[in-house]
Every structure is written in C-alpha cells, then in structure tokens.
C-alpha cells in the first residue's frame, strides 16, 4: 500500500479536528488498543491514537482480523473501507469518517476516526426518514455497490450530520447493493446528486480519485465503479432493489 495522500475536504468532523489533521493524526499517530468491539463480525478494536501534542480514539481493523468470505477475496475488506472514503471525500459528502491503511499493534490494516453519536437518535425512526443525508447517502452506496447498510452502521451526530461506516464488503465487480434506504428506490437523482456523479465519473476516468482506488482494488472493481456512476448518470434514477439479489442487509440493524 502506498503512503496515504491527503484529500482536500472543507468542512470539520464533530471530534474538532479537520480532516486533513485527523489524516495526519490516523497515518502517523502511536496506536494503542484500549479494547475490542466483541458484537463485531470481524477484529475491531477500539484505540487511541497520539501524535505529538494531538489525540483521539479510532477504530483499527488489521488485516490478519478479517474473516475469510466467500464472494470477496481473502484480506482486502481493509483496503475496500479505504477506497470508500477516499469516494467519500471525493463526493464532499463526508459521509465516512477519515480513514487510512497504515500498520498497526496487529500488522496493517484499516484505521478509522472514532465518531461519538447523539444518543437521542431513534434509528428506526431515522432509517425510515427522508433526510436529505440519508438521500445522499443512498447514491453513494449506489456507487461503491454496498452489500451491507445495517441501521447500525449509520452515526447520527448531535449536530445532524450522519456517517456511515463498515464499508468492508463495497465495491465488488457484481452488483451486490443491499441496504435498509430503500426510500427513494425508482425516483429521480437530486440535480445535486447529478453533480457530483458527473464531478465522479471524471475522476475516476482521469483524475485523483481513479489512480487512488487503482491502488486499493483490481482494474475490474474500479471500471465496474466507473459503470455504476454512468449508469446512474444515464438513468437519472435511483435504483430499484435487485431481483436477483437480497434487497436488505442481515440483520437489518
């Protein structure tokens, strides 16, 4: 893996640092593991990470952690929530928290900002809302082919921004969108949406974004991203729910 390069992003995550710093924080930082997420599927720990006089928690998926699947190859669910937010700050969404790939307590793997969230959030009654948040998100998805947006894995923050994380199992060459968002399934894209689908499809074909994922996934996963932003481009839909493919993540929380 290649040293990370740092995304230009404007705005600053709920945890007060930028996100260029919280970059530099995650790649450079000492890691310490503090614990493990044990509700997990895979090794999660939870960690501080320190680097001079800056500090913060984050979440370190290594690699050797991973459990074997049998639709994705062995070792590259870390390499794949990296590629999903680098299509994040690509969008300006800010929908995954910073991420990078570095090596840690337990060899290379995936290190993540930790986002506290706003307690008060009912997230039954936010999967069923039409946040313009969620609606982003959705297109999103849409992009990296997420085969898994569990209620859980969506962070409402205090000040209604929301994140998304585990994106472990994205961006593979089949469509695989499975997801509990399915309220806007067969409607028009956002003229903002389109936008930045349109921003998307040239960095992928010949910009930052395209030479990154390259080093992150095969050539066939990165064209088959390249397809889906054309594809919802040519549509100008939402997409419907696969008939040949699961619709929702299991368990759907």
């Known amino acids: 893996m290649s040293a ?13 640092l930028d ?26 720990l939870y960690c501080s990470v320190r680097l001079g006089g800056l500090a913060a928690a984050c979440v370190y998926k290594p690699v ?8 994705f190859p062995d070792g590259t669910l870390a390499a794949r929530e990296v590629a999903a937010f680098e299509v994040s700050a690509a969008t300006g969404w800010r929908i995954v928290p910073p991420t990078v790939y570095r090596d840690g307590p337990f060899g290379p793997g995936m290190c993540q900002l930790w986002i506290d969230t706003d307690p008060e959030v009912d997230l039954m ?10 609606r982003r998100m959705t297109v999103f998805d849409a992009v990296v082919n997420n085969a ?10 205090i000040d209604g921004h ?26 028009p894209l956002s003229r903002e949406a389109m936008n930045v689908l349109a921003r998307l499809e040239r960095d992928l074909e010949q910009g930052r974004l395209g030479r990154r994922l390259r080093e992150l996934l095969t050539l066939a996963e990165v064209e088959a991203t390249w397809s889906r932003v ?9 997409p419907l729910p696969s008939q040949d493919w699961p619709a929702l993540p299991w368990p759907p929380i």
Do not use: C, Y
Request: net charge positive; no cysteine.
């Open 19 to 44: 996100d260029e710093t919280a970059l530099r924080l995650l790649r450079d930082g000492q890691l310490e593991v503090a614990g493990r997420l044990v509700e997990a599927t895979n090794m999660t």
């Open 125 to 134: 009654a936010l999967i069923r809302s039409r946040q313009p948040a969620l």
């Open 4 to 16: 990370e390069s740092e995304p230009r992003l404007s705005a600053a995550p709920a945890t007060g």
């Open 64 to 71: 050797r952690g991973e459990r074997p699947l049998w639709d």
């Open 148 to 157: 898994d947006r569990k209620g859980g894995h969506l962070l409402p923050l």
């Open 230 to 238: 054309r594809r919802l481009l040519d549509t100008g839909l939402h």
């Open 162 to 187: 929301i994140h998304g994380v585990d994106h472990g199992v994205s961006f593979s060459a089949e469509d695989k969108l499975r997801t509990v968002l399915w309220q806007w399934r067969g409607k």
